[in-house]
């Protein structure tokens, strides 16, 4: 086991950062998350690094600044909702959901054991915290527009957010489900995209290119917005224009790299869906830890 490699505990890295400026506490999650996800995959044996570590900073800002929750209370009528619909990047849900309270870390390191709850793609009926399974590509943000919807009949505030992923958006459910929530005047829905440039099978322009983005969200019907998502200054007002928006749904385009914050998985396809064996974890965490 993967565990036996990693010579000491996870430290809490937000010990002793009490007042410290946000940006530097979404900061100092992020890396935690990141850490979480290489030791789960490892400790598995298989899962999906690459849109994972390239998803982190984006749910790490939902998680710990945006969405209204209540851990102890999953099931909260008017919580905010998130729907991560690339489900095959479970490993950051997971870490996010965990830190934020739903259930114990130490439960990560069960990651898609037989039994676990921490399956392959996440499943509404056995973790607390999660909005909708996932898993067929192109089907979240019709998941998240049926609660938008849901939220406007019964008059409640509560907003839902999903993020895609690029090679997601080729799926042909992503444009009715965009159509839809143009067409219901869904602003209480914000999505983002993870444009990392990377699907399974190669560079996503290069095996069936979804280009030009952003335009053609806002051909939609839809309010867009265009960010590095790596920079939480930007994550973060992202979201609050999109909490301002009336009248439309929101789509901030993300520019990620794929396996961000280890040096070896960065931009490869080849990370994808492989988890790293031990040494290869070994020196990404250690690079993690160092903020390489």
């Given at each position: ?108 390191m069960t990651l898609r054991r037989f039994g676990s709850r ?175």
């Amino acid at each position: 086991m993967c565990t036996r490699y990693w010579g000491r505990a996870l430290k809490n890295i937000n010990n002793g950062v009490t007042g410290m400026d946000k940006i530097e506490e979404l900061k100092k999650k992020a890396k935690e998350i990141r850490i979480h996800i290489i030791k789960m995959l490892c400790e598995a044996g298989s899962g999906h690094p690459g849109g994972s570590l390239s998803a982190a900073d984006i749910v790490t800002a939902l998680y710990f600044h945006e969405l209204r929750l209540d851990p102890s209370r999953p099931d909260w009528p008017d919580r905010d909702r998130f729907v991560l619909s690339k489900g095959h990047a479970a490993p950051v849900l997971y870490a996010a959901l965990a830190e934020r309270g739903f259930f114990p870390v130490q439960e990560l390191m069960t990651l898609r054991r037989f039994g676990s709850r921490l399956q392959g793609h996440p499943d509404m009926r056995k973790l607390p915290g999660v909005e909708m399974s996932t898993g067929s590509l192109g089907q979240g943000l019709s998941a998240a527009n049926g609660m938008a919807l849901a939220a406007k009949i019964d008059k409640k505030d509560y907003r839902v957010y999903v993020l895609l992923g690029d090679g997601e958006v080729q799926e042909g459910q992503v444009w009715e489900a965009a159509m839809s929530a143009a067409h219901y005047k869904l602003d209480n829905v914000t999505a983002f995209l993870d444009h990392n440039g990377f699907q399974i099978d190669g560079p996503v322009r290069e095996v069936m290119s979804p280009e030009p983005l952003a335009e053609k969200w806002r051909a939609f019907g839809w309010h867009v917005i265009s960010i590095d998502g790596h920079d939480f200054k930007q994550i973060l007002a992202a979201l609050d224009e999109a909490r301002a928006v009336k009248g439309k749904p929101v789509m901030i385009v993300a520019e990620t790299v794929k396996g961000k914050g280890v040096s070896f998985m960065e931009h490869q396809v080849g990370w994808h869906g492989v988890a790293p064996k031990p040494g290869e974890a070994e020196r990404a965490l250690a690079e993690l830890e160092r903020g390489v």
